[in-house]
């Protein structure tokens, strides 16, 4: 599977892409992920691809790397219409990735990792291990990296680990280097060596595409931009032509057409009071308060520690300081148990693995964290379980065949409702919704927030840990920014804009 | 929420009698019949209430245990070592008889060393997160492994007579106390696996440990009962067989742990966890105590035995699945 293509020649950038989109649609049931969308890279330019959570920008990777079909639209590569039904076919033209998560395999070496796929072999079909060797070396010499092509990968940090997949990326002479987020995980020092790399596949003729939420570097590095929002394409052209609030206006755009629940309800005394929270790792220095009936938001970019400082406080992780007050009262959360015994529940973003125990019947799954209240002396009462079941599955309109049919069975949406059913039956003060309504159609979604403002209504305090714009603004009273474990700025009233929000998690300096 | 219709979801899909009719003890028991009738037409002394009764003792000790790892396997977690905790207990309880102790000291000893089996294996994989396959395997060998320091070639013999009863007395006509035990055990796992929280809480574990402790189930410390019951009910097996064969060898109850899991897996219970009955593996246990017994008749010997288990468990497992093939 040896294929060879030539980088154009370095130097002048030409006008001509060397790839380029057109009119690109992709549908997912229920969400239009893009529609019409168009991209064009140049050789030897670096390309920013920028918008929010949810704009397509995994989507149309998805679809250069042939991991996604689009339904319609047409795809150029060096002026010729090309198809990639395979991953494997994206490859062959020449068009790489390298993710935020790198996916390589920790148990192969450097140099396996670097040719996996298409690593050179004897003629007896055998992999030319002396040749492998030798190739990884001087791929490795090329981008500076002082790496053993011997070592398992497994021993390699993450910044090694991404200059093996830029590796990986040279060895197949890519022609196209998309890099998603590639700076997420990297220290300064990285990001600085990262920087060079680009330049040099740059000079090297290459195009590459460039995701990043960080629009310093964004500023830094691209020579072109293009917006994607809410799966449209919004606008694109020179870095060299925008400013960064241009850019966030059309990031976010003004229209926040989706439609939200008038809010009706009388904000009571400060129910939660958060002081010093720290983890290690994850974040330091949390404070904050939440009042009865009151709806506070998180805002912040992915792995901004948004959902580490919800999961310490429903006892899943160990906080390494700080003190949580309830009521006044403070009161230690070391495992859920606790937390729910303290009024505090925990709708986690990952519903499949944290939030359904996906096998067990509906009403098992509303009832888990009620057994007690169901039960009579540790044994369980079916019929108890049913009427609890019943009672909160018929408030959040749960579509089913019937209560004891496996939660696995149902829509992403009436999944969540389940979910939050089973911690409504709890009777909470405090109840928490990490992404509640990602990957949720848009008829469960109003749902979903009415639902919430209702519970608001009803005296529940409630967090919010959303990435989705609209939502944070159509929803919360207040709202808590971070960004690296931090808390970069809270927000209410007349502060509380889009531009606002995108300036605070991404850092953009100076405005307050 | 608009509430103009609130729709009704009714409670169950299926009636009682058709989740019966699909389930996996209806086929099972349908086996265990069919290999009853073959039986009484091979051999003309299978039909005799005595020899019937002999029969049980092919499965009662192992289904004892059987009862325990079904619970532990729907948890997700396995015990290996179970049949090396008999051959300790019975190791502790002989060496105890030598030094003249009575029955019920001697019954304490098996039980409190397999308790102390249990919590061992439990306090490594739930205290330091270690798989219980490689525990087990591990503690397997560490186990048996005293057992044969402390005897070598040796056997202990010389139990006191009143220590019979567990092995080998009868309740009534040809009940033995075995099987007396045995269906005591049988319903009192039935319940507390099928009727408490404490059995919601193994199934909910089973099926997705993560959600299950997000839900508020304290996941490490059910795991740890089991392998703590797993360790007390391979001690009262030890105190049923050691009383029975009325010697201890080190090599006692050798390769029992895989006859035990095939019980609980013949009983329909997955070996990936989160489903399985106590009912299927009462089935399962009757299905292999009369296949041995029936083949034991027919003066087949105990390889060719083993050839015929192993085809009945891939048999009994992999027919279900052939049924969904051709019916897709």
């Not at chain 1, 990639?84 to 920790?106: C, K, N, R, Y």
Request: include cysteine; charged fraction near 15%.
């Amino acid at each position: 599977m040896q294929i060879s293509v030539r980088a154009p020649a370095a130097g002048a950038a030409t006008a001509v892409p060397i790839l380029s989109l057109d009119g690109i649609t992709k549908t997912f049931p229920g969400v239009k992920a893009l529609s019409d969308v168009a991209l064009a890279l140049y050789p030897g330019e670096v390309t920013a691809l920028v918008g929010e959570n949810g704009a397509g920008k995994s989507t149309i990777v998805k679809i250069l790397t042939g991991i996604y079909q689009p339904d319609a639209g047409a795809i150029t590569l060096a002026g010729k219409p090309v198809q990639f039904p395979t991953a494997q076919h994206a490859t062959d033209a020449g068009i790489t990735a390298i993710h935020q998560e790198t996916v390589l395999f920790d148990d192969l070496s450097v140099a396996e990792n670097i040719f996996i796929g298409h690593a050179p072999r004897t003629r007896w079909g055998l992999i030319d291990w002396p040749a492998l060797r030798a190739r990884a070396t001087e791929i490795l010499g090329r981008i500076d990296a002082d790496l053993d092509p011997r070592m398992p990968l497994r021993e390699l940090g993450i910044a090694s680990k991404h200059l093996v997949a830029i590796a990986r990326a040279l060895s197949v002479d890519a022609r196209v280097v998309i890099m998603d987020e590639p700076t997420a995980a990297l220290s300064h020092k990285e990001i600085e060596e990262l920087y060079q790399l680009v330049e040099r596949l740059k000079a090297e003729g290459r195009a590459i595409l460039f995701i990043s939420h960080k629009f310093d570097e964004i500023f830094r590095i691209a020579d072109r931009y293009t917006v994607f929002r809410d799966g449209q394409h919004v606008g694109s052209g020179r870095m060299s032509e925008i400013d960064e609030g241009e850019l966030v206006r059309l990031m976010v755009g003004r229209s926040v057409d989706q439609i939200f629940p008038a809010r009706a309800h009388q904000i009571g005394a400060e129910c939660l009071k958060v002081v010093g929270y720290a983890h290690p790792t994850e974040f330091d220095d949390i404070s904050f308060s939440l009042r009865k009936g009151e709806i506070l938001g998180f805002y912040g970019l992915v792995g901004a520690g948004r959902s580490e400082v919800m999961q310490a406080l429903f006892g899943v992780t160990r906080p390494s300081k700080g003190v949580v007050r309830i009521d006044g009262q403070i009161r230690a959360i070391r495992s859920p148990a606790e937390a729910i015994r303290a009024g505090i529940v925990y709708v986690p973003e990952d519903r499949g693995k944290q939030g359904a125990v996906i096998g067990l019947p509906i009403f098992q799954n509303i009832t888990l964290p009620s057994l007690s209240q169901t039960s009579r002396r540790g044994f369980l009462r079916l019929a108890e379980e049913f009427r609890l079941a019943r009672e909160y599955t018929e408030r959040l309109d749960l579509r089913a065949a019937a209560l004891d049919q496996d939660v696995g069975q149902l829509s992403g949406g009436n999944q969540q409702k389940v979910v939050i059913a089973k911690w409504l039956a709890t009777r909470p003060r405090v109840i928490i919704l990490d992404e509640p309504t990602k990957g949720v159609d848009i008829g469960s979604k109003a749902a979903v927030h009415a639902f919430m403002a209702e519970l608001a209504a009803q005296g529940l305090s409630v967090i919010m840990v959303s990435s989705e714009i609209p939502e944070i603004l159509g929803m919360s009273d207040r709202v808590i920014v971070m960004r690296e474990g931090l808390i970069a700025a809270e927000l209410e009233g007349a502060a509380l804009t889009p531009e606002s929000l995108v300036r605070h998690a991404a850092g953009i300096g100076g405005t307050a | 929420m608009t509430d103009t219709s609130a729709r009704h979801i009714p409670d169950r899909l299926h009636s009682a009698a058709a989740r019966l009719l699909k389930s996996w003890e209806v086929l099972l028991l349908a086996v265990a019949v069919a290999i009853f009738v073959a039986n009484s037409f091979a051999s003309p002394y299978f039909l005799n209430a005595w020899n019937l009764s002999d029969a049980t003792f092919n499965f009662t000790e192992k289904a004892m245990i059987a009862f325990a790892m079904a619970l532990l396997i729907i948890s997700g977690e396995i015990d290996l070592s179970v049949a090396s905790i008999i051959a300790l207990a019975s190791t502790a309880m002989g060496a105890a008889a030598q030094l003249g102790l009575g029955a019920p000291a001697l019954v304490l000893i098996g039980l409190a060393t397999g308790l102390a089996c249990g919590a061992f294996n439990g306090a490594l994989v739930t205290g330091l997160g270690l798989p219980s396959i490689v525990v087990t395997i591990g503690t397997m060998s560490l186990f048996r492994g005293i057992s044969y320091i402390v005897l070598g070639d040796q056997a202990y013999r010389g139990y006191p007579p009143e220590f019979a009863f567990f092995g080998q007395g009868y309740v009534a006509w040809v009940i033995s106390f075995e099987f007396v035990l045995f269906a005591v055990l049988a319903l009192v796992y039935g319940v507390v696996l099928h009727r408490t929280n404490f059995g919601r809480a193994i199934f909910a574990i089973g099926n997705n440990p993560t959600g299950a402790l997000f839900s508020g189930i304290q996941v490490r410390r059910v795991k740890f009962i089991l392998f703590l019951l797993t360790g007390a009910m391979s001690g009262i097996a030890a105190i049923c067989l050691t009383s029975r064969l009325g010697s201890t060898r080190p090599s006692i109850a050798f390769g029992w742990e895989l006859e035990v899991v095939t019980m609980v897996v013949l009983g329909g219970v997955s070996i990936l966890g989160g489903s399985g009955s106590i009912p299927g593996v009462v089935i399962a246990a009757f299905v292999m105590g009369l296949v041995t017994f029936g083949l034991g008749l027919l003066n087949v010997p105990g390889i060719v035995m083993s050839i015929f288990i192993g085809l009945l468990l891939i048999g009994v497992i992999a027919l279900p699945r052939l049924w969904a093939m051709r019916t897709r």
